[in-house]
């Protein structure tokens, strides 16, 4: 019974998110061959999805059980962990790199990415104030979660307690990074300054993940991370290869 409850729920979810694609690419003006780049993109991988959790079942497993004896209220992120490690064996060789993240909240994906590359480091940029969505959350307590879950991890993480837009207004251009994770606001507006910003800050052959890609928070589609996204692809067509596209987006610089 709950597997053809699973079997009903992940059609569900191809159909509604197909569609979405569908209407939102056409609110964001993309031509026809666009629109089939990205449905065949999503149908790749969501068929490819059903391999990676088989394959990665057992890290993402592994990270629930040791966070918890960590200090997290909510769980955005272990979903992602089958379609990270996938990605980033192919793409990202070395342990030792440098990593930007927008958004961070209670740290779990900071977490993560310094446990997976053991000898990295990270940027955490994080307002503690939260965004639309968080109005009942008290970020006193966030704050006092994310130190208590990076403590162990003191000697190669940074905290800005600051937004992005001053983050890289305040950033010298000779620091880049391999890897940056935009899970900061999701409003499309904010979420195209991330990119735009980001980008110059990655270096070639790094990469960007976008959270939220098929979020559709706002009802007006324009105001969706999506409408940004695709919108900052199609400018820089020619600088980016599309790596991955799911609920979020992994782009590669060239
Ligand atoms: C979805 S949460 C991040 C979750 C985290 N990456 C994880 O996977 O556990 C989004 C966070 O972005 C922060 N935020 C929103 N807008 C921001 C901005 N412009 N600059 C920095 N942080 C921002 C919010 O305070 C919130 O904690």
């Not at 979903?79 to 740290?107: A, C, D, M, V, Y």
Request: glycine share 2%.
């Amino acid at each position: 019974m709950n597997y053809l409850k699973n079997i009903i729920n992940l059609l569900n979810q191809f159909f509604d998110n197909t569609i979405f694609i569908i209407l939102a690419s056409k609110k964001s003006d993309l031509s026809i061959f666009e629109i089939i780049k990205y449905v065949s993109y999503f149908i790749f991988n969501f068929t490819f999805n059903l391999f990676r959790n088989l394959n990665y079942k057992e890290e993402k497993d592994k990270f629930r059980i040791s966070s918890k004896s960590l200090k997290f209220s909510k769980d955005w992120f272990t979903n992602n962990i089958p379609i990270w490690i996938s990605i980033f064996k192919r793409n990202i060789k070395k342990k030792n790199i440098k990593i930007l993240e927008i958004g961070s909240f209670e740290g779990m994906s900071a977490v993560f990415f310094l446990e997976y590359f053991n000898s990295s480091k990270i940027d955490c940029v994080e307002t503690f104030q939260g965004s639309d969505e968080h109005s009942e959350t008290d970020f006193n307590l966030i704050k006092k979660n994310f130190n208590y879950n990076l403590y162990k991890f003191k000697e190669r993480f940074d905290v800005h307690e600051i937004s992005s837009d001053n983050f890289f207004n305040e950033k010298k251009i000779d620091e880049i990074y391999d890897i940056i994770y935009i899970d900061g606001s999701h409003e499309s507006d904010q979420v195209t300054k991330d990119a735009q910003n980001s980008f110059k800050y990655l270096k070639s052959k790094g990469i960007i993940i976008f959270d939220d890609f098929l979020r559709k928070y706002y009802n007006e589609i324009q105001k969706n991370p999506f409408f940004a996204i695709v919108k900052f692809i199609k400018n820089n067509n020619k600088n980016i290869k599309i790596l991955y596209v799911g609920y979020q987006l992994i782009l590669q610089k060239k």
